[in-house]
């Protein structure tokens, strides 16, 4: 049966401590439906003091894979053919990155949220408390779905579990995430780039036991984001206005536009950076320019990579027009082979909680030449068709309860 070895697999001792089921692989159905099974998910997880489903989604943000599990059945699955040897590969790295004590290496840790939402591994072996990465995609899983012994650091009065909204459940995040600076919920990209600023500062990610208390070290990081916060509200402010008829060379819009061009396959945070600096990462233009920008034939793919920059950028009803705009603009003007696809691009968005279903619908219906001519804007509407339906469809049958 199932070998065992050591959790760090780094490590050959034969009588090290810490030992792990030899994570197991089973490859079910064919075709699109081909998955790969971890039959010993729970077991491997155990040992780590770690949720099975957090291994499990942690291969499926590595792999660009779908995941799934029924805790009930203790299944997890990873859609698509895996072989064991990548699988284990990517535990190690998992158990490196959400495990190990950062300063001791030692496996015996808790994950702790802050009232911050960072989440830190606090070792029994040593005392030490350390942050995790906060840009890897997991993070977000982990603090929707915060680890069930988890102990709440005090100050998290209101908690983590109920204070964020699973996503899919309704799009009003965006709604009141208007006044952004000082908003307490943070989406991907706002966490994303406080983590890039506590990297400048080691402190803030290596924690001795000595200066910890979760209050004082809280407050430091948040007014740390403060001021990057404040700094970046500063820069937009300078740039003034918001008229839609700067469509020259000079314009931010444009040198927005360029930049990316330049700078193809460039991260969401490096592109939020980007439109801060030119004062117009709040603009609903800001948004259109991106959808047209961003994508290329391969759209389906990349809106993933860039829905955390638009689940920031969008934040009215305006900006989710502009957004619509870009995707016709996107569809109609830059690449019409893909006209077909409109109805997925636009589950994208929805699924991501960036567009809102009136919006969608309200826009599906009322053909416009704003962003581009009369005949491509009844094209792009007529291919939406099918998404359309689907709304209405979806709004009858009132059951969501799957687990991704
Ligand atoms: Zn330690």
């Given amino acids: 049966m199932a070998g065992v070895v050591n959790i760090r697999r ?18 079910e159905g064919k075709g699109n439906g081909i998955k790969t099974v971890i039959p010993n998910m729970s077991d491997v997880a155990r040992a780590l003091s770690r ?25 997890y699955i990873v859609n698509g053919a895996h072989d064991a ?10 158990i490196d990155k959400f495990v190990l004590c950062r300063s001791c290496k030692n496996p015996e840790t808790d994950l702790i949220i802050t009232k911050n939402e960072e989440i830190i591994r606090d070792c029994k072996a040593c005392g030490e408390r350390t942050g995790v990465d ?30 964020s909204p699973s996503p899919g459940a309704n799009g009003n995040e965006n709604g009141d995430a208007g006044g952004d600076a000082g908003a307490e919920s943070d989406d991907e990209l706002t966490r994303r780039i406080k983590a890039e600023a506590a990297e400048l500062n080691p402190d803030a990610v290596a924690i001795t036991k000595d200066d910890w208390s979760v209050d004082t070290s809280a407050e430091a990081v948040k ?3 403060k001021a990057v916060e404040s700094r970046m509200a500063a820069i937009s402010l300078s740039a003034g206005g918001d008229d839609d008829s700067d469509e020259d060379a000079d314009s931010p819009y444009s040198q927005l536009g360029r930049w990316i061009e330049d700078n193809r396959d460039i991260g969401p945070v490096e592109v939020y950076k980007k439109a801060e600096e030119l004062g117009i990462a709040k603009k609903h233009k800001a948004v259109q320019v991106l959808a047209q920008a961003l994508f290329s034939t391969d759209v389906l793919a990349e809106i993933p990579k860039y829905a955390p920059l638009f689940a920031k950028m969008v934040t009215s009803e305006k900006h989710q027009k502009s957004l619509l705009g870009g995707i016709e603009r996107l569809v109609g003007v ?8 409109v109805p997925k691009i636009l589950m994208e968005f929805y699924q991501a909680d960036i567009l809102e279903e009136e919006v969608v619908k309200q826009w599906g219906t009322h053909v416009s030449k704003k ?7 009844k094209k792009v509407r007529k291919a939406s068709e099918p ?8 709004e009858d049958s009132e059951d969501d309860d799957d687990d991704e």
Wanted: with cysteine.
């Fill in 10 to 27: 780094d490590v050959d001792d034969k009588f090290y401590r810490y030992r792990m089921p030899i994570l197991l692989t089973k490859i």
């Fill in 371 to 377: 962003y581009v001519d009369k005949e491509i804007s």
């Fill in 51 to 75: 949720p099975p489903t957090y291994p499990t989604k942690f291969f499926g943000c590595e792999l660009g894979a779908q995941t799934s599990f029924d805790e009930k059945n203790d299944r």
């Fill in 387 to 394: 998404f359309l339906k689907w709304l209405d469809e979806a």
């Fill in 334 to 341: 830059v690449h019409p082979e893909l006209v077909p696809a």
């Fill in 223 to 225: 007014a740390r984001v």
């Fill in 85 to 94: 040897v990548k699988l284990r590969e990517l535990l190690d790295a998992f």
């Fill in 134 to 163: 906060m840009r890897h995609k997991l993070t977000t899983f982990i603090v929707k779905n915060p680890p069930k012994t988890m102990k709440k650091s005090k100050s998290s009065r209101k908690g983590t579990a109920d204070g």
